[in-house]
């Protein structure tokens, strides 16, 4: 036995070796001048949308300062887009004709780019021209039309790339306004800059492994997220210091409507989310009636939050807006427009889906919100530092103040409740959807079967891994630099602070040990909330499990996420190393996933070594 591992571990050794070799020839040999002409151009003008250049007025500083943070910006798209380039020429390379549910988008695409419009595959379960992939085809048409392109499918795999690269710029600029909001409600100073937190949060959001790995292929969730992302980006501009006029309102619209062209679920985070959202921003400024206890917005810090903080949070929100529902109205009357759209349209079709109704039937699936965590925890490693180094280097503190602290979560009434709620969805509402045991082409099929599956009671100590996943992600967004950390207990209910003006942009990307950084607040706490319903929303109601049903929930989740500097060590004062290791483990991740798809195919057969679907090759995906 050791001999056989010891002669098949050099064989696969060289077998990769041969393989990146083999790959990396192709991508050299692709890189031509016209190429790499488009790449520098691409990255130059998202760069110059990131860091905008200072006034012509600017000092000699300001300008070089401006310039060196540009430059980084463009480096850094520049040697994502290569990479980004590199992966959809081997896509294309090793697999040329359409894959899995490509073989329902691109023919639709190509139809479009024909120009017939009124052709449609029911196989496709979202309807034509109005939701779902719809937009992705037109755009796919405007795109190639512009670029005199044909509808190939090696041509339409690259506008995801595009997206991809202009999710970067989307995420950035969300980041950068949570920022600034985050300043304005606390009363805080907050540069005009762009942070340099924001920005690399934004990397890491691109290259996060199921959102790049869909960069090479013709799907539709990076056209998704970034739509979604657009919308975020109008509403985190209307809930600033200057009220929306009816034009904010119009594009409020448009752009959620555009956003449900993608999916259907995005309806939950244009409406519930976003409109959530400005409605308690519109709750905070009024004024407290008599009742003051239950008038005012009872809306801590997530860092200074509990569950009995959730509770009256919840209860001065719905006291509040039962008192001002006219100034609540004014604010979120876009977002009842889209959700009125969007009933209208279930009401025409008689249903969510259009197409392929019989595998895709809405019930109730509360396990996907045991399923999330785990999801997260994988991806978000890094971001967990804090608490881990904090279990070990004081693992007795860490358990005193889990029990003891009075914001914590993860206090022990509250660990068995939730624990006990989580043994009863698994005992009574785990589905297991026939796509999931029936393709063992997606990592999902492996994860189930080696978990899941195995028995009742690996099922029940499942809740374990879902409880400390769940506890790690509420600590990232919780957790700040101690130093900034503020302090724990009830606070005397006060006015939101009027915020300072900002200084003067230098055109520098802000680091964290800069007066000016507010990059470690903490969202607050029916920001959580509404992040934890909609995401609910958007997942109990679908049956199958699928790591792209979870891209926009961690996408939320990432961009709220506070810095976090090691208080002792010189480099850390300046940027969060939980994102350099970030960048790192999804590098590591992506290149395993993008290796497996293409250097790992395998040939379906039954139970009695019959070739399958002819012979064609199988991929791992997620």
Request: hydrophobic content about 45%; some cysteine.
């Amino acid at each position: 036995m050791v001999g056989s591992l010891q002669d098949l571990l050099p064989a696969l050794v060289n077998d990769a070796q041969r393989n990146l070799k083999d790959a990396f020839d192709i991508w050299a040999q692709s890189l031509r001048a016209q190429a790499l002409v488009t790449v520098i151009l691409t990255s130059t003008f998202l760069a110059w949308i990131i860091c905008p250049p200072v006034r012509t007025s600017a000092s000699p500083s300001q300008i070089k300062s401006r310039w060196v943070s540009y430059a980084l910006v463009s480096t850094s798209l520049f040697l994502l887009s290569l990479s980004g380039g590199a992966w959809t020429l081997l896509v294309n390379r090793y697999v040329p004709e359409p894959y899995l549910d490509e073989f329902f988008h691109i023919p639709q695409a190509q139809v479009y780019c024909e120009g017939r419009y009124r052709q449609w595959d029911d196989k496709i379960t979202t309807p034509p021209g109005l939701y779902g992939v719809t937009i992705s085809y037109l755009f796919s048409v405007i795109y190639n039309k512009i670029t005199m392109l044909t509808c190939e499918t090696s041509i339409l795999r690259f506008h995801n790339l595009s997206v991809v690269l202009v999710i970067v710029a989307a995420a950035a600029q969300c980041r950068n306004l949570i920022e600034r909001r985050q300043a304005e409600r606390v009363g805080k100073v907050a540069s005009t800059n762009l942070s340099l937190y924001s920005f690399h949060t934004a990397i890491n959001t691109a290259l996060m492994p199921v959102v790049f790995f869909f960069s090479g292929l013709y799907y539709t969730d990076p056209l998704s997220t970034l739509a979604v992302l657009l919308s975020y980006r109008h509403h985190l501009q209307r809930v600033g210091p200057e009220r929306p006029g009816l034009l904010s309102d119009v594009w409020t619209v448009i752009l959620g409507v555009a956003a449900l062209f993608m999916r259907q679920t995005n309806v939950f985070w244009v409406v519930v989310y976003m409109g959530g959202l400005e409605a308690v921003y519109t709750l905070r400024s009024v004024k407290s009636g008599a009742q003051e206890f239950l008038t005012t917005l009872h809306d801590p810090p997530l860092s200074n939050s509990g569950p009995d903080d959730w509770f009256f949070c919840l209860l001065t929100i719905a006291v509040t807006a039962l008192c001002n529902p006219v100034k609540v109205l004014r604010q979120i009357w876009p977002h009842l427009t889209i959700l009125g759209l969007f009933a209208g349209f279930v009401a025409w079709n008689e249903g969510v889906v259009l197409g392929d109704k019989s595998n895709h039937i809405a019930t109730i699936h509360l396990a996907q919100m045991l399923y999330i965590w785990p999801f997260f925890a994988f991806f978000s490693l890094p971001l967990f530092v804090p608490s881990i180094l904090g279990f070990i280097t004081g693992p007795l503190q860490t358990i005193h103040s889990l029990i003891l602290r009075p914001n914590a979560l993860f206090t022990i009434p509250w660990a068995l409740l939730t624990a006990l709620l989580s043994a009863a969805v698994v005992r009574y509402n785990t589905i297991i959807h026939p796509f999931t045991l029936a393709d063992n082409r997606h990592y999902m099929f492996y994860i189930f079967r080696y978990t899941i599956l195995r028995s009742p009671l690996i099922r029940l100590l499942l809740v374990i891994p879902y409880t400390v996943a769940r506890w790690l992600v509420w600590g990232s967004l919780s957790t700040t630099t101690p130093s900034t950390t503020q302090p724990s207990g009830p606070k005397p209910r006060t006015a939101p602070a009027q915020p300072k003006a900002a200084p003067e942009s230098d055109g520098q990307l802000t680091l964290l040990d800069s007066p000016s950084s507010v990059s470690d607040t903490t969202p607050t706490t029916s920001t959580a909330i509404l992040w934890l319903l909609t995401t609910a929303l958007s997942l109990v109601t679908a049956p199958l499990v699928e790591p792209r049903y979870f891209i926009l929930p961690w996408v939320f989740y990432r961009l709220l996420v506070p810095s976090w500097s090691f208080a002792s060590v010189g480099i850390g004062k300046r940027i969060d190393l939980r994102l350099v290791l970030e960048t790192t483990w999804f590098v590591g991740v992506n290149a395993v996933t993008m290796y497996l798809f293409l250097f790992r195919p395998y040939v379906w057969k039954d139970s009695e070594g019959n070739v399958l679907d002819s012979g064609r090759l199988q991929r791992f995906m997620w």
